[in-house]
């Protein structure tokens, strides 16, 4: 019998399920539905996943399978901005831009919101408050509005290639990064009471310590008010949170992990001993001690001896960080001061108005402040003041077609881009006689505009044909008939493009200039000589208008460039990318090509340590990628609309969202809190909709559900699990366990998998012959 238990312990079991079934509205549970009950809204609803505190490890594995696909599923829609190519959003915060004008290539923050952001674009932060003093004689109510400005040599975004630097030891390949420059001013935060806050100018304490304010969204007390020698506020130290209370000695406080007590207070009422977590410490009235990561402030303290004990009061203040404002100074943020901030009151004697607040990055403050700053997608700077916002970047928005110029031989090259219909397009250059021409070769030759003309035999010449509406076309007289013979005087006429014949046995006239139609085209006016020693003259049609590639850019062609002309939006003033073809006779690779600069906005090394490969980009968004060195190929990324950067001012709780193609909305993952899984000994305790892990033998909870039956084991065959639901105080219970480890973890495959086993009902058996063979009996 001893063997037998150890063996039953062993499995992790489930039993015959004896236990108590669904009633009521429970009984609606149904595994098609799973994971409701436990999620509920995108949130985990008051649920717990129940091990048994003598469980296999088979049981934890399968637990952790069980939280891992309930994470997936707690997600929630979160409503994004539409277009084209859907951009980013934020769950909390707000997107740097302002009635269209977006966050483009070249600007910086203050160039797209000049005025700044106040409370209507970021309550969260900036929004509208109340200071409500109640302390001294000079009570009184105060609203007060808060503002951001950034600094116009700061909050860039451009293509940059950032230098090797403390921040970055190893550099960072060239890209698009928001740009935080060293020394440079990142914003100017005030707040301005809409009427002054009074006070006594001998009596500042008194009036102002105790006080609370809420400053970007969070609450600071208060602990120590001074000013200059005629009565103006010059300095607050306020401690970030808003729990002042008043502790009698010896009567322990508990404030998240941290419990406090007071331990004594000198006779003179000027101190207060202090002890937290273990520590004690003398704090002056007025002061603030630093104790790990909580701040204690004391505003009174209270001698107070009775015949038996003491029974000492102090009135403090517990928050995590103690922050010291001082006009003309520097922030100190818990002693550390910040070299790149500065601190302005405003008012006068007797009279408070607010203060400003401005920060420069690049001073040796901790982490990323240290020296220029750049921003990659996906990363944030935390502002190193007040800690409440960040400014983050969520990439770029944009929809982009790619063109390329290559070399396919020492003497020869190839342009190839989609035309307007959305058609391929091969576009060629040759050498001959150490000067270059459009064709596949000399019997090839493209004429790209009227009024060209083809020496030798007509046939094999091409034709750069453009519709009206800019649809680019490869012509070729694919066949001459000659002077006399069946079909004479007549050509066939192919669509290179899109690999269809448009003229077939179209009549000419030799010498003479002749309209042929074309199918669908229109058609083109030649002058044709008939003949091998003939030509052909391009006289008009089809090219009324330059080629438009397939998102709108303007393209030209020569016999040593090709022309890339932005189309006009709304906010930037549209650009040409040159691309130049040139001759190298003393070169083996003959051909050379290359990209004028003066035209990007940007150029930089796409390698640190090699100057030879670059990227530029146009303050449209056009992005040129091409080697100075092989100069044997241009890469352009060409975009549909301006490019721009999704930049965020946003409570450090927010995360970006979205950033798919054509959808309207995203998932924002709720991430569970600690304590989703608990132990049966703790559980068996609680009030909670529980998934429960593991049968009777290991698991008490499981033995709960099936009626604690005496062979735990009972019910249950080798190679079988169960997944049932159960009644468990009122809440929903599911149990998911088998005969051995291997069975209890198919069970809990399946269950993660359940569209896939297509589970249903309350209950069902399942035979686990592996972990890759699970079936539904």
């Not at 909050?155 to 890209?175: I, T």
């Not at 729990?243 to 404030?255: E, F």
């Not at 035209?599 to 090394?605: E, H, I, M």
Request: proline share 3%; with cysteine.
């Amino acid at each position: 019998m001893k063997n037998m238990a150890k063996k039953i312990v062993a499995i992790g079991t489930g039993a015959l399920m004896l236990g108590a079934t669904l009633t009521g509205a429970l009984a609606a549970n149904d595994l098609a539905n799973y994971p409701a009950p436990f999620v509920k809204d995108g949130a985990l609803d008051n649920t717990v996943i129940v091990v048994g505190k003598n469980a296999e490890t088979a049981d934890v594995l399968g637990a952790i399978d069980i939280a891992a696909a309930l994470q997936a599923k707690a997600v929630t829609p979160v409503k994004l901005s539409t277009s084209t190519t859907v951009a980013p959003e934020v769950d909390k915060g707000v997107k740097i831009e302002k009635s269209g004008d977006k966050f483009n290539y070249g600007e910086n923050a203050t160039g797209v919101v000049p005025e700044g952001l106040n409370e209507v674009d970021l309550p969260e932060i900036l929004g509208k408050g109340t200071f409500r003093d109640t302390k001294g004689d000079n009570k009184a109510t105060r609203d007060f509005r808060q503002s951001l400005k950034f600094g116009s040599g700061s909050v860039f975004f451009n293509l940059y290639q950032p230098d090797d630097s403390d921040n970055y030891p190893e550099g960072r390949p060239a890209g698009n990064y928001v740009y935080l420059p060293d020394g440079q001013r990142v914003y100017n935060y005030t707040l301005t009471f809409t009427s002054a806050v009074k006070y006594d100018t001998d009596g500042i304490s008194t009036d102002l310590e105790g006080n609370t304010l809420n400053l970007q969204g969070n609450t600071y007390t208060i602990t120590e008010a001074t000013g200059d020698s005629a009565g103006k506020l010059t300095k607050l130290k306020l401690v970030a949170g808003d729990s002042t209370v008043w502790l009698v000695q010896d009567q322990p406080y508990t404030l998240g992990s941290h419990t406090v007590t007071v331990v004594d207070v000198d006779q003179g009422e000027t101190r207060c001993g202090i002890n937290v977590d273990g520590t004690t410490v003398w704090v002056d009235v007025g002061t603030t001690q630093v104790f790990g990561e909580l701040s204690v402030g004391v505003l009174q303290a209270v001698a107070v001896h009775t015949k038996d004990y003491d029974a000492d009061t102090c009135e403090v203040t517990l928050g995590s960080n103690e922050i010291v404002l001082e006009d003309g100074e520097v922030v100190k943020v818990n002693d550390d001061e910040l070299d790149g901030s500065l601190v302005t009151f405003h008012g006068t004697a007797g009279s408070w108005e607010g203060f400003s607040v401005t920060y420069d990055v690049g001073y040796a403050d901790e982490g990323i402040n240290q020296g220029d700053v750049y921003l990659k997608e996906g990363e944030a700077w935390t502002d190193p003041v007040f800690g409440n916002f960040k400014i983050m970047y969520g990439g770029t928005t944009a929809t982009t077609e790619e063109m390329k110029l290559e070399r396919t031989a020492s003497d020869k090259a190839k342009f190839t881009f989609t035309n307007y219909g959305g058609q391929k397009v091969e576009i060629y250059w040759y050498e001959s006689g150490n000067s270059l021409y459009l064709g596949e070769d000399s019997s090839k030759r493209m004429l790209y505009q009227t009024g060209q003309i083809k020496t030798g035999d007509p046939e094999r010449t091409r034709f750069l044909y453009t519709t009206s509406g800019g649809e680019a076309h490869v012509l070729e007289l694919s066949r001459v008939y000659g002077l006399t013979g069946t079909n004479a005087n007549t050509t066939d006429i192919k669509d290179l493009t899109y690999g269809v014949t448009v003229a077939d046995k179209r009549p000419f006239t030799p010498g003479t200039p002749t309209s042929i139609p074309l199918s669908g085209l229109g058609s083109i006016t030649l002058n044709i000589s008939a003949g091998s020693s003939g030509w052909v003259q391009w006289v008009s049609g089809g090219n009324s208008t330059v080629p438009k590639t397939k998102l709108g850019g303007k393209l030209t062609f020569t016999n040593d460039t090709v022309v890339l002309d932005e189309e006009d939006e709304v906010e930037v003033t549209p650009t040409t990318v040159t691309m130049t073809l040139s001759y190298d006779a003393s070169s083996d690779e003959r051909i050379e090509l290359d990209v004028t600069e003066g035209t990007l906005l940007k150029v930089v090394n796409k390698d640190q340590e090699d100057s030879d490969n670059k990227v530029g980009v146009t303050q449209k968004g056009t992005w040129v990628e091409w080697n100075e060195d092989s100069q044997n190929k241009v890469t352009v990324m060409y975009p549909e609309k301006d490019v721009y950067a999704n930049v965020f001012i946003a409570p450090l709780e927010a995360s970006v969202v979205g950033g798919s193609t054509g959808g309207a909305t995203a998932d924002k993952v709720n991430p569970f809190q600690v304590g989703l899984a608990v132990l049966d000994e703790d559980a068996e305790k609680m009030t909670k909709n529980m998934i429960v892990v593991g049968g009777p033998c290991v698991n008490t909870v499981a033995a709960a559900l099936m009626g604690n039956p005496t062979n735990c084991a009972e019910g249950f065959e080798k190679g079988k699990a169960k997944i049932k639901f159960f009644e468990w105080k009122g809440k929903a219970a599911l149990l998911v366990a088998g005969y051995e480890a291997k069975d209890t973890m198919g069970a809990a495959y399946a269950l993660v998998q359940k569209d896939k086993f297509k589970l249903s009902g309350d209950e069902v058996e399942l035979v686990v012959t592996s972990l890759d063979q699970i079936k539904v009996v």
